[in-house]
């Protein structure tokens, strides 16, 4: 059940948002928009603050989440979690 005092934001171009599949350390934006056998479809771009590096990828709407731009000091947690685990650039 949701919660009552969360709405849920669907995604545009131009959303921050994080993949469902890796929350923590997939962050990016959305860009250009369009339809893929009748389900709208996004270009991802990784938040280039990220260690880690991705190139650009399309995703579906229900692939992602959007979430609010996490902060350099927030970014800089997420990138010593990433070198730890061996997955930093």
Same mark, same amino acid.
């Given at each position: 059940m949701q919660h009552p005092s969360?709405?849920?934001v669907s995604?545009?171009?131009g959303s921050y948002? %994080?993949?469902r599949s890796a929350p923590g350390s997939q962050l990016g934006t959305l860009q250009d928009a369009g339809q893929h056998e009748g389900r709208e479809r996004f270009l991802?771009? =990784?938040?280039?603050r990220l260690a880690e590096y991705a190139s650009d990828i399309y995703l579906f709407a229900e692939d992602v989440?959007?979430?609010e731009r996490p902060t350099d000091e927030e970014?800089? =947690?997420i990138n010593k979690f =990433?070198? %730890?685990r061996g997955c930093g650039g």
């Amino acid at each position: 059940m949701q919660h009552p005092s969360k709405t849920i934001v669907s995604p545009h171009a131009g959303s921050y948002v %994080r993949l469902r599949s890796a929350p923590g350390s997939q962050l990016g934006t959305l860009q250009d928009a369009g339809q893929h056998e009748g389900r709208e479809r996004f270009l991802f771009s =990784l938040d280039s603050r990220l260690a880690e590096y991705a190139s650009d990828i399309y995703l579906f709407a229900e692939d992602v989440e959007v979430c609010e731009r996490p902060t350099d000091e927030e970014i800089e =947690l997420i990138n010593k979690f =990433l070198e %730890r685990r061996g997955c930093g650039g």
